[in-house]
């Protein structure tokens, strides 16, 4: 039976209380074997359970414990999952890890495509190494939503897409899902002359069955790197391309308005920028459930930055007469827009300016445009040399979620000495970035 290490028990908790220490193993509960994380959520819910532990020495205990039915035991383990990762067997064409170059940390190179951090980090899945009795315990737990990266309904071009002869299976799954219930975004990394025009329309269709169950659904441009060498052959998308595709969008938030009162199906942030068209209002969000995937999240900033900018003309909040200089940055893509947004401040805030850089990736390759993918590396060497003013603002979506380091493994902490400038790690939000420098200019 498999067991599970703890790593730490919380202070005056129930686990505590029975002598459970750090080091001894979870065996069962209720008799029952513990394969995850969520088997241990779901099996602690009673107000009365059989915990199985092995202590350090080998000694096996077994505790009865009658407890609320939302009470925590108390107990750590070394990984969140109480598992390991799972990693993805598919090969896609678009797979941008794929488009990595050498030498990177190992972990730049893992695939997850594991269900289970779709729920808890909200990732997107493929599902296609899930069998039925993984999404009968998925309806079972009533665990939600699940991000699903879709890609396309046809069967035939989705095994052909992901390389995968599973990948056929996927409807048949969100039709488990959808007569459950179980809420559902989903997200098409389209590939142009692979997935788009008719396909597009197909596939947006047949989602929009799922609704209002499906909560929404991002289209997003596939990104090419410079390292596709031996890999599917994809072109970027034009202008031309971009518009069209806005288009198809457009016509089923019309539908899905009309039937549903939500624009169920979103372009990503990129599509508007490459047709130049201005980005929507928001309202046309529902509530930017898709942020992470670039939807609405240039509008989301414009619209805290506005926002913040009045607050501070109403508050008639005073930084005196101190002059101050900051540099931030973008990738090429927002270029345009953030600089209007800094322009914004300028305007708002006396003795406030602004240089506002663009950085071109080298690193991957100038097709990637974006922000977040920016490099620890092409920031210095854009910036050396530069006048940064009295301080660099560097947007939290380059870095590691959990560690100041940038995807080409240089540290904020070398950025700094390379370009003898304090650092400040600003949100991906308007309002922070506002707020911190108001906090300069105040000290």
């Known amino acids: 039976m498999k067991k599970h290490l703890i790593c730490s028990v919380t ?16 065996v069962s509960i209720n008799d029952k074997e513990i394969a995850d994380i969520f088997d241990y959520h779901y099996l602690v819910e009673d107000e009365y359970i059989e915990i199985l532990i092995e202590k350090a020495d080998g000694e096996e205990w077994l505790l009865e414990v009658e ?16 598992d390991r990762y799972k990693s993805c067997h598919n090969k896609c064409v678009f797979c941008f890890i794929d488009q990595n170059p050498p030498g990177m940390r190992e972990t730049i190179y893992f695939k997850d495509d594991d269900t289970r951090l779709s729920f808890l980090q909200g990732n997107y899945v493929t599902l296609t190494n899930l069998l039925e009795k993984d999404i009968e315990r998925i309806i079972k737990y009533k665990l ?13 071009l989705r095994c052909e897409m992901l390389h995968n002869r599973f990948a056929g299976r996927l409807l048949g799954y969100m039709d488990m899902l959808y007569d459950a219930e179980i809420p559902m ?27 209002p169950v499906i909560q929404s659904l991002s289209v997003v441009p596939v990104g090419l790197t410079k390292f596709r060498e031996g890999l599917h052959k994809l072109e970027p998308f034009s202008s031309d391309d971009a518009k069209e595709v806005i288009d198809i969008i457009h016509k089923y938030q019309n539908i899905a308005m009309e039937k549903y009162g939500y624009h169920f199906v979103h372009a990503s942030d990129e599509w508007y920028i490459n047709a130049g ?12 459930v898709q942020l992470e995937n670039g939807v609405g999240m240039t509008r989301l900033f414009l619209d805290e930055i506005n926002t913040s900018a009045e607050e501070y003309k109403a508050d008639k909040r ?25 322009q ?10 602004i240089n506002t850089f663009k950085i071109i990736n080298n690193f991957f390759g100038e097709r990637i445009t974006v922000t977040g993918l920016l490099t620890g590396k092409d920031i210095i060497e854009q910036l050396k040399g530069k006048n940064l003013g009295d301080v660099l603002f560097i947007p939290s979506n380059t870095l590691k979620a959990d560690e100041d380091i940038f995807l080409d493994d240089v540290t904020l902490k070398e950025l700094q000495n390379a370009l003898q400038v304090p650092v400040i790690i600003v949100q991906s939000d308007g309002a922070d970035f506002f707020e911190k420098i108001i906090e300069l200019m105040q000290d």
């Not at 407890?67 to 109480?82: H, R």
């Not at 699940?146 to 309904?153: A, E, G």
């Not at 068209?277 to 930017?288: A, K, M, S």
């Not at 300028?346 to 300016?353: A, D, H, M, R, S």
């Open 277 to 288: 068209y201005d980005i929507p209002d928001e309202d046309n969000y529902d509530g930017y």
């Open 318 to 342: 005073n930084t005196g007469n101190k002059k101050i200089t900051i540099s931030t940055i973008s990738g090429v893509l927002a270029y345009p827009i953030f600089c209007n947004a800094m």
């Open 11 to 26: 202070k005056d908790s129930i686990a505590e209380e029975l002598e459970i220490e750090a080091g001894d193993y979870l």
């Open 67 to 82: 407890k609320d039915a939302d009470e925590d035991l108390g107990l750590s383990f070394g990984e969140s999952l109480m």
């Open 185 to 211: 975004n989903a997200q098409i990394v389209l590939c142009k002359g692979i997935n788009d025009k008719e396909e597009l329309e197909k596939t947006i269709s047949d989602l929009l069955k799922y609704a």
């Open 344 to 353: 914004i401040i300028k305007n708002t805030v006396p003795g406030l300016e």
């Open 144 to 156: 939600a939503p699940i991000n699903i990266s879709v890609h396309t309904t046809n069967p035939e």
